[in-house]
C-alpha cells in the first residue's frame, strides 16, 4: 500500500453476513443479518500510486457521476453533499476495504454506508423502526446502482452496525444474539475461492418466481423452515436449529442449483447425508462464501479437510 497522505477519522465500516433470509425476504420470508467486524472498510486520501486505491477512485468516479444524475433528475433518495464528495474523490480518496467484492460480505453495502454517513446532510440515526425503514428504503435506492436492485439491507447492517431481524418488508428491528457458548456446534463460512455475481442470480430468481409451483415452494415450504430457523437460533433451540437449516439445505441444493458453484453441489449433498454439516447460500451465492451449519463443528473440519473455514459464531 502506497504511503497515507490523510487518514479519514470517520467510523469504520464492516461487513455483514445474511444468516437466513436470502431470496426469501424478496417475497417476504423473515431475515437475519449480522455485522462481520472481520472485514472493514473505509475512506482515505492516498499519496503514492496504489493500483488498487486507484482502482476504488476510478469506481467511486462512476458512483459520483451516477449520484449527479439521479439528483438532477430529482431522484436522490436522500439529500447528499455532493460538492463535497466530488472535491474529495477529485483529491484521490478511494475507500480502503478488505471487504472482498462478490463474496456475499456487504462490500458494496459498506461503500454506500459511508458515503452515507458522511455526506448525507439529514442523517437518520435508525433510533426507531420509521427510521430504520426510511434508511433501508435510502439504501436501497442507492446500492441498486452496483446489483440492478437491492433491499438496502446490507447498507443497512453495516452502517448501523447490529443484527437486524427482518420480520416483514414493512418490519424491521435491531435484535440481541444469543450469548455464543464453548460448545461443539457452530455456524461457520467455507471459502469457494470464487467471485459470485449478485444481479444475474436475482434475475434468474425473479425470472423463476413466475412459475407457479416456485414461488408456492418459497412461500410455503421455504419460508416455513426459514422462519422457524431464525426463532429456533434466537430462543438458543440448537436441536430445531439444525433440523430447520437442514430442511433448507435441501430446498437450496433442489431448486437454487444455478446459485451454487458446480464444484459443490456434491459437498452440499455429502453434508445432508452424514449430518456431519448442513449448507445453505451466505448472500446471493453463486461464489464467494457458503454458509454451513454444524452440531460438532470438530467432525464437520474434518470432512471438509482442504477447504478453508471461518468459523462466525459458536452455539
Same mark, same amino acid.
Given at each position: 500500500?502506497?504511503?497515507i ?14 444468516l ?49 444524475e439521479?439528483k438532477?433528475r430529482?431522484?436522490?433518495p ?20 478488505s ?21 448525507? &446532510? ?5 433510533s /426507531? +423502526?420509521?427510521?430504520? *425503514?426510511? @434508511?433501508?428504503?435510502?439504501? %436501497? ?15 443497512l ?107 459443490y453441489?456434491? &459437498? ?5 447425508? /452424514? +449430518?456431519?454439516?448442513? *449448507?445453505? @447460500?451466505?448472500?446471493s451465492g %453463486? ?29
Amino acid at each position: 500500500m502506497g504511503k497515507i497522505k490523510n487518514s479519514l477519522k470517520d467510523t469504520l465500516f464492516y461487513g455483514k453476513i445474511l444468516l437466513f433470509g436470502e431470496y426469501g425476504i424478496i417475497e417476504d420470508s423473515m431475515g437475519l443479518s449480522i455485522p462481520y467486524n472481520n472485514f472493514q472498510g473505509s475512506f482515505i486520501f492516498e499519496e503514492e500510486n496504489d493500483s488498487t486505491l486507484a482502482k476504488s477512485n476510478q469506481e467511486l468516479k462512476k458512483f459520483f457521476k451516477h449520484l449527479v444524475e439521479l439528483k438532477d433528475r430529482g431522484e436522490l433518495p436522500c439529500r447528499l453533499d455532493l460538492e463535497r464528495l466530488g472535491k474529495d474523490i477529485e483529491q484521490d480518496m478511494a475507500f480502503d476495504s478488505s471487504i472482498p467484492q462478490g463474496y456475499g460480505v456487504g462490500s458494496s453495502g459498506a461503500l454506500v454506508a459511508a458515503i452515507y454517513d458522511r455526506y448525507a &446532510l439529514d442523517k437518520k440515526e435508525g433510533s /426507531s +423502526n420509521s427510521d430504520i *425503514l426510511e @434508511l433501508k428504503r435510502i439504501f %436501497g435506492e442507492l446500492e441498486s446502482y452496483f446489483h440492478g436492485t437491492s433491499s438496502g439491507l446490507d447498507p443497512l447492517i453495516c452502517y448501523l452496525n447490529l443484527p437486524i431481524l427482518i420480520k416483514s418488508k414493512s418490519e424491521l428491528d435491531t435484535v440481541k444474539l444469543p450469548k455464543e457458548k464453548e460448545n461443539k456446534g457452530a455456524i461457520f463460512l467455507l471459502n469457494t475461492g470464487e467471485v459470485g455475481k449478485t444481479q444475474p442470480l436475482v434475475e434468474h430468481f425473479l425470472e423463476r418466481l413466475k412459475e407457479e409451483g416456485f414461488r408456492n415452494m418459497i412461500r410455503n415450504q421455504f419460508k416455513k423452515y426459514n422462519d422457524a430457523g431464525i426463532n429456533a437460533f434466537l430462543q438458543e433451540d440448537e436441536q430445531s436449529l439444525l433440523s430447520n437449516v437442514k430442511n433448507l439445505s435441501k430446498l437450496v441444493l433442489e431448486h437454487f442449483k444455478p446459485m451454487i458453484p458446480k464444484l459443490y453441489h456434491k &459437498l452440499w449433498q455429502e453434508g445432508l447425508d /452424514s +449430518n456431519a454439516y448442513y *449448507l445453505k @447460500l451466505c448472500g446471493s451465492g %453463486g461464489g464467494g462464501y457458503i454458509l454451513g451449519f454444524t452440531e460438532d463443528f470438530d467432525k464437520a473440519k474434518a470432512k471438509l479437510a482442504g477447504y478453508e473455514l471461518d468459523v462466525i459464531y459458536k452455539f
